[in-house]
């Protein structure tokens, strides 16, 4: 059974960072096989791709409301995925998915909710 188990949400002062993890296990390949991907979903917006990474750890990517400020990074011999949130904004404030992705095929985890309060 595939589980993606994302931690480390939780409720922070504008200014403030979180740093969230995602733990990876069943997947049907090695973990370092896959992309890996943060999402966010705030309520009333469609899902945003935020920050990914590459099956090495060598490239990444972020979305512009991001870059800068969050840094994605992984740990392939403990199947695991981070995100280092700094300088964390109100607008930040949503739901964080992680994905692994190995196309066609991608698999989800449940959330974590980030709140940032002004």
């Known amino acids: 059974q595939v589980q993606l188990v994302e931690s480390g949400g939780g409720l922070v002062q504008a200014g403030g960072s979180l740093r969230l993890s995602c733990v990876v296990s069943?997947?049907?390949?090695?973990?370092?096989?896959?992309?890996m991907n943060w999402h966010r979903e705030a309520p009333g917006k469609d899902r945003e791709l935020v920050a990914s990474i590459s099956r090495s750890g060598s490239g990444t990517k972020y979305a512009d409301s991001v870059k800068g400020r969050f840094t994605i990074s992984r740990d392939n011999a403990e199947n695991t995925l981070y995100l280092q949130m700094n300088n964390l904004d109100p607008e930040d404030t949503a739901v964080y998915y992680c994905?692994?992705?190995?196309?066609?095929?991608?698999?989800w985890g449940q959330g974590t909710q980030v709140t940032v309060s002004s």
């Open positions: 994905q692994a992705l190995l196309p066609p095929i991608s698999y």
């Open positions: 069943g997947l049907p390949w090695n973990y370092s096989y896959y992309d």
